[in-house]
C-alpha cells in the first residue's frame, strides 16, 4: 500500500514537473499564399522574417482574455470589405487596413505600453502589420499578438463574428453570425 502510494506521489511530481519544463508548441505561419502572382515566395519569406518580432495567441486564449474583460486593442487589417463581412465582437476594436498601419503608428495612433492583437483573414497580414511596429516602431514584443489563424482560425474554432449590416451605405446594426459547421475560409492570407 505505501509503495503504491510513494509511487503514485512519484508519478505525480514527475508529471507536473515535466509540465512545468515544456514549451508550448511553437506556431509557424504555412505558406498559403497562393496564385497571386511570382512574388509570392518573397511574400511568405517576409512574413515569415516577421514572425520573430511578434508573439501568437490561440483564438482559445483570446476568448479567455475576453472572459477575463483583459485590457488590450483588437486591430483589424483586413481590407474594409473582408471587415465588413465580420468582425470579433469586442469594445475596443480598431479597423486600420494593411497599407496604412505604419502611417498611423508614425502618427503615434498606437500606444507603446498598450497590448494589440492584431488579426486579418488567416495571420499573414498581420503577423507583417504587427511585427512592423516591433521592429520599425519600437514597440515591445510582448505587447504585439497576432491571432493564430486570423478570423479563419476563429470562426473554425467555432466561435462567432459580428457582421455590419448596411441599407444603403447606412449603418443599420451588428448581427450576431453563429459558429460554422465546417470549415470556412474567408480570404487567401
Not at 80 to 87: F, H, S, T
Request: a positive charge.
Amino acid at each position: 500500500m505505501k509503495k503504491n502510494l510513494l509511487l503514485s506521489i512519484i508519478g505525480s511530481v514527475a508529471l507536473t514537473f515535466s509540465f512545468a519544463v515544456a514549451k508550448p508548441p511553437k506556431y509557424i505561419l504555412k505558406n498559403t499564399i497562393k496564385n497571386l502572382g511570382p512574388m509570392v515566395k518573397e511574400l511568405n519569406k517576409e512574413c515569415h522574417y516577421y514572425e520573430k518580432y511578434i508573439t501568437y495567441i490561440t483564438p482559445y486564449q483570446l476568448k479567455q482574455w475576453m472572459k477575463e474583460n483583459k485590457d488590450f486593442t483588437i486591430v483589424d487589417v483586413r481590407s474594409v470589405d473582408e471587415m465588413k463581412a465580420g468582425e470579433i465582437d469586442w469594445p475596443d476594436y480598431d479597423e486600420y487596413p494593411r497599407g496604412v498601419v505604419d502611417i498611423y503608428a508614425a502618427m503615434g495612433v498606437f500606444k507603446p505600453n498598450r497590448k494589440y492583437v492584431f488579426v486579418c483573414a488567416t495571420g499573414h497580414r498581420a503577423v507583417l502589420a504587427g511585427g512592423e511596429l516591433v521592429k520599425w516602431f519600437g514597440f515591445k514584443k510582448k505587447n504585439i499578438y497576432v491571432l493564430r489563424g486570423g478570423i479563419n482560425g476563429w470562426l473554425n474554432s467555432g466561435y462567432y463574428v459580428v457582421n455590419k449590416i448596411t441599407e444603403f451605405g447606412g449603418f443599420k446594426g451588428l448581427k450576431k453570425v453563429g459558429p460554422v459547421k465546417k470549415p470556412i475560409v474567408l480570404d487567401q492570407f
